[in-house]
């Protein structure tokens, strides 16, 4: 019986972990995210200053 639980509960556990990792999106949202895919924006100074930030941290080390 021991066996029967655990093998129940492991199958349980990886499916809600399987619908957990799934990103289901609207037909508007689809066509957004495809579009920022193929073109993306220019980076932002913020983003710019950050990747900047980065590079000085890992030559430090």
Not at 32 to 38: E, N, T, V, W
Not at 40 to 45: F, G, L, V
Request: aromatic fraction near 4%.
């Amino acid at each position: 019986m021991t066996d029967f639980v655990v093998t129940a509960v492991q199958d349980a556990a990886q499916r809600a972990i399987e619908q957990a990792d799934v990103m289901r999106l609207s037909l508007a949202d689809q066509a957004c995210f495809a579009k920022a895919l193929q073109s993306p924006p220019k980076p932002s100074p913020a983003l710019k200053r950050a990747i900047a930030h980065r590079r000085k941290l890992l030559r430090a080390e």
